[in-house]
């Protein structure tokens, strides 16, 4: 039997995993959590004011075709810059005591992939995503539940607390998009502790694997080709050949990761080219991205990357623009006073806790921890281990639901230890 918290988490889970969207197109969704953090009586800020410069948005053509599904939806707020892409939402806890100010980040889009039906437990229990080509095959629903009941919870113990609590409900993560942009509207300006976190992935059953770091610097650059058209068999000298501009430079990239000084990586994962057999090809575009275990590494190959792109451009006399789509900085972690602290915490509260792993992947919440520890606050990461029906970005992925309300009581834990007051701590 389920206990309530739990019920209500599987439901809240199951809700966004219906209405999946992919990043910068989580209008539903979005709403859906201003609406949420509006009734517990936070602060709501969301459209522009949570935002810098948004990186890798999908084309206008798709935005509007998913406005267009979504216009219906009936708010009393205004929904305007959310229809143009500024999704996300944030949700302010100010006890008026002074205190620590504590972040926690979620992330809510889904990825572009189509959802499994067969043996696939949400089209046998008639949750599947709602959306052709949009699914939440990275847990990012159930970060969104554990967010809001987070926020409820803590809500309901205001009275016992000092500080704030800025609850950050982050857009396009997959393909590292969202985070820069919500880090330069300036909310982390006055951040103690940010924590944030993500199910599934290396963790077992019911461990929490606490102090994570690993994360790879990257970069996700699109690159278009641009040639000349010409009659490949009467006129071919007349044409420029992008597709072969491209085709170089694609074999080329892949030799450029050798690096003593950590780990690179690098994938050109998309390539498209010309329109006719009998044309030479006249446009191409590569879809491409690099990582570095460190940014030093991810910089320099970045420079060479653009270094080769040009030169192939060059070498068939078309031209080439790289688009910046999304990146993300590395991010090391280190035990620290912080980490030792939540470690015992947990222990004590009965978790099975490990401390310290490596990702080996990339998350922008790093731009947002790189950003709170340069005002001298500390971070931390953590994985809430579950049992998966299939890898993270897979069409059958899936998770035990047991694990929202496990890692609703660690954050909910974590943050009555940091803001309880003196006199409420005593009197417990
Ligand atoms: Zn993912
Ligand atoms: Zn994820």
């Known amino acids: 039997m389920n206990s309530p918290m739990l019920q209500k988490l599987v439901e809240l889970r199951r809700e966004f995993h219906k209405c999946a969207e992919s990043g910068w197109l ?3 969704t979005t709403i859906k959590i201003i609406t949420y953090l509006d009734k517990l009586g936070l602060e709501v800020r969301y459209g522009k004011t949570i935002h810098g410069k948004r990186q890798g948005l999908p084309s206008q053509e798709k935005m509007d075709a998913h406005k267009k599904l979504k216009e219906h939806l009936k708010c009393d707020f205004d929904v305007e810059e959310i229809f143009q892409g500024y999704t996300g939402a944030i949700g302010i806890l100010d006890t008026k005591t002074p205190g620590p100010t504590i972040a926690l980040r979620f992330d809510i889009d ?8 067969e043996n696939h437990r949400p089209a046998k229990e008639g949750f599947s995503s709602e959306h052709k080509n949009m699914m939440h095959a990275c847990g990012h629903d159930g970060h969104i539940a554990i967010g809001l009941a987070t926020a409820q919870y803590i809500v309901s113990r205001k009275n016992d607390l000092k500080g704030k609590v800025i609850f950050i409900f982050q857009p396009a ?13 300036g909310i982390l300006d006055r951040v103690n502790y940010i924590l944030s976190g993500h199910i599934g992935f290396m963790g077992k059953e019911n461990e929490i694997i606490c102090g994570v770091g690993g994360f790879l610097a990257t970069s996700k650059l699109d690159v278009y080709f641009k040639g000349q058209s010409a009659h490949a068999g009467a ?3 007349k044409g420029r050949n992008a597709l072969l501009a491209a085709a170089n430079c694609t074999i080329n990239l892949h030799t450029l990761t050798q690096y003593s000084g950590g780990m690179s990586r690098m ?39 653009e270094g080769m792109i040009e030169a192939s451009a060059k070498m068939y006399g078309v031209s080439c623009e790289i688009v910046e789509m999304g990146s993300a ?37 790093t731009y947002l921890f790189q950003e709170v520890e340069k005002n001298g606050g500390k971070a931390l990461y953590l994985i809430f281990g579950t049992a998966l029906s299939a890898p993270h970005h897979h069409p059958s992925f899936d998770f035990s639901e047991e694990v929202l309300e496990a890692s609703v009581r660690c954050y909910s834990k974590i943050l009555l230890n940091l803001l309880m007051k003196q006199e409420a701590a005593v009197s417990k």
């Open 110 to 117: 889904a990825n572009d992939i189509m959802e499994a039906q």
């Open 267 to 305: 994938n050109v994962g998309t390539f498209h080219a010309g329109t006719a057999r009998n044309a030479v090809p006249a446009e191409a575009k590569i879809e491409l991205e690099l990582r570095g275990e460190t940014q030093d590494i991810n910089e320099d190959l970045r420079s060479r990357v």
């Open 173 to 185: 993560e997959e393909g590292v998009r969202g985070a820069k942009s919500i880090v330069q509207s």
């Open 235 to 237: 006129y071919p000298e």
């Open 329 to 365: 900085p590395a991010y090391k972690y280190e035990k620290n006073d912080f980490s030792t602290y939540v470690v015992k915490l947990l222990e004590a509260q009965g978790f099975s806790v490990s401390e310290g792993a490596s990702m080996g992947a990339s998350e922008d919440v």
């Open 26 to 28: 989580e209008f539903e």
